[in-house]
């Protein structure tokens, strides 16, 4: 199967026009930060991808990044992680990569396609620590389909995890919610760690809120979801 025919993405890959200072960012610093997703059935050298060497305190992968602030803050806050990156939405990217220059920081990696690709392409039990925060909820019946948060990408996310990893869920959507504890929960190679309603519905300490977050909370509260790789 083609590269092509395995993209999964819906939703825009652009917003309003970026600013000067956005596209100089795109042309200069993001092919720095890029990820090329190697032939298959290549895997991603992933300590060449971290300047050399493996970062000591492991890799960690953000599915869906957004603007990159939770990014950015883990990166600051782990400086000797490595921080894998995937959002497809470029004005997304670009206001990413103002908080990366912004920031100074140089342990991030990022891929603007498809997290599946990359995915695919990482070594078995690579990962230490994955988060998939506030993804689309995709509402409507005929589009759950859509929903990130399926066996199959849970399965694949198993694959990746080293025991112990923790796996990070995130929505202010009821009804994805539901869906999110379902999925996880049945899942063979997770464990759910909260014990009470508290330890989902509170922030961990070293979970930042984001602007997002911010507007939405207005709305329906969010849910902070912890599991650990069995």
């Given amino acids: ?25 795109l042309a200069t610093l993001l092919p ?6 190697p032939p298959e059935p290549e895997k991603i050298d992933l300590a060449g991808l971290f300047g050399g060497a493996l970062p000591a305190d492991g890799v960690w992968l953000e599915v869906g990044f957004g603007a990159g602030e939770h990014l950015v803050w883990q990166a600051k806050e782990h400086p000797k992680v490595g921080l894998i990156g995937c959002e497809p939405y470029i004005n997304g990217v670009a ?22 690709l990359v995915m695919k392409a990482l070594p078995d039990a690579s990962l230490s620590r994955a988060f998939v925060l506030f993804p689309d909820p995709w509402p409507k019946s005929r589009h759950h389909k859509r929903r990130f948060v399926q066996r199959a990408n849970l399965d ?8 112990g990893a923790e796996l990070r869920l995130a929505t202010d959507d009821p009804g994805y919610l539901a869906w999110m504890v379902e999925h996880a929960c049945t899942h063979p190679a997770f464990d759910w760690l909260a014990e009470r309603p508290a330890d989902w519905r509170g922030r961990p300490d070293d979970w930042p809120p984001t602007r997002y977050e911010q507007k939405m909370l207005a ?6 979801l912890r599991f650990r790789r069995r």
């Fill in 1 to 25: 199967m083609s590269e092509l025919r395995e993209r999964t993405l819906y939703g825009r890959r652009r917003g309003k026009k970026l600013r000067d200072g956005q596209q100089s960012l």
């Fill in 32 to 37: 720095r930060l890029t990820i090329v997703v």
């Fill in 95 to 116: 206001k990413c990569l103002a908080h990366v220059e912004r920031e100074g920081v140089h342990n991030i990696r990022l891929f603007t396609d498809d997290a599946m």
């Fill in 156 to 163: 694949v996310l198993a694959r990746l995890m080293i025991p």
């Fill in 219 to 224: 709305g329906h509260k969010p849910a902070f």
